[in-house]
């Protein structure tokens, strides 16, 4: 099993670096021959300028689809690729999923406890990898992902033991999962908590380390991105995101940023709608509401405070454009990550 899995891992890391390099070339000697396959994808014209965006299009790309099916069958675990705005369960869906966790994932209460789980993985490996427990016993792991200085995302696996369970720690998982409001067959839910993949020190080590090396990889196909993006967007649009970014929490008006990368308003105004694809009133509404998204994490802050700090100038606007943009109020957003549904 150790040969078996180690051989995978040097085939998929062989394989990631064969592709980076093929891409590079492409990038040199092809770039008039468009999107050949197994090229690095471009960033949307569109695209916003943030981590967000960055990590789709690495996503997309032929060298991260292929490290992750190398990875689920080396390992037999989920992968996820996610960017540091990411607010979403980082496996559900995925290939490998854990069908314990797959069952938790049926209420927004435990939810909100795997997402606050994953705002610690976020802050702990930040700088290197880092692994955390859940509140039912289960590890995930993730490993940095940066371009240059900046962070971006992180690489992440996981639903995974350290160590056997014990029936006691199933029974106090059980309580748990009952007081979160899940309704399942006790035995099924049983079945599925000691069929979850227990992996040793080695092994989890051993993992960590494929990450690590392969993140490395995704840090270099970042720069060609960006360096894609750069060139195809305007320098004068560039320098008005930079602008809008340092400055969302204040009255912000079109005419301001218009001459702060000196251009005529009318000029900016029709530039920004054709390289973004949206205007720049709702632009400027997605940067707050982003923004606001991390301080309701904080339930010490009101939400009038938090309307008013990321440049909101009423409540009423703030509920408004928060519901049109996510789908729910400030107050059932924040409640969900808290688990108080």
């Known amino acids: 099993m150790q040969t078996t899995f180690a051989n995978k891992i040097g085939s998929a890391t062989a394989e990631i670096g064969v592709h980076v390099s093929s891409t590079t070339a492409t990038r040199t000697n092809g770039a008039a021959d468009g999107q050949a396959k197994g090229s690095t994808p471009r960033l949307p014209s569109n695209g916003n300028g943030n981590s967000r965006v960055l990590v789709e299009a690495l996503c997309k790309s032929t060298v991260y689809q292929e490290y992750e099916r190398a990875f689920n069958e080396a390992t037999g675990r989920p992968l996820a690729l996610r960017s540091v705005e990411s607010w979403q369960l980082p496996f559900h869906g995925k290939r490998h999923e854990n069908p314990f966790c797959e069952m938790l994932a049926q209420k927004s209460r435990a939810c909100a406890a795997c997402l606050q789980v994953q705002e610690k993985l976020s802050q702990c490996a930040a700088r290197e990898p880092g692994t955390v427990t859940c509140s039912v016993g289960l590890n995930d792991a993730a490993v940095p992902v940066r371009l240059g200085d900046r962070l971006i995302g992180f690489l992440q696996t996981g639903q995974v033991f350290r160590k056997k369970p014990s029936e006691a720690q199933f029974q106090r998982t059980a309580k748990l999962v009952a007081d979160w409001g899940i309704e399942v067959d006790r035995e099924k839910l049983k079945k599925a908590y ?9 092994h989890h080590e051993s993992i960590v380390k494929l990450l690590t090396i392969f993140a490395q990889h995704l840090s270099m196909l970042s720069n060609q991105l960006v360096i894609q993006r750069h060139n195809a967007e305007p320098p004068v649009i560039t320098k008005a995101k930079e602008f809008i970014q340092e400055n969302q929490s204040e009255d912000l008006s079109l005419g301001q940023v218009a001459e702060a990368v000196n251009t005529s308003t009318f000029y900016f105004c029709k530039l920004f709608k054709k390289v973004t694809g949206i205007n720049f009133t709702d632009y400027l509404s997605r940067i707050r509401i982003e923004k606001s998204k991390n ?42 990550l808290l688990g108080k549904n």
Do not use: C, D, M
């Open 295 to 336: 301080l309701l994490l904080n339930p010490n802050l009101r939400v009038s405070e938090i309307a008013f700090e990321v440049g909101f100038q009423s409540l009423t606007h703030f509920n408004r454009v928060f519901k049109r943009i996510l789908g729910q109020s400030p107050t059932e957003y924040r409640a969900q």
């Open 194 to 202: 000691f069929a979850s993949p227990v992996l040793s020190k080695t």
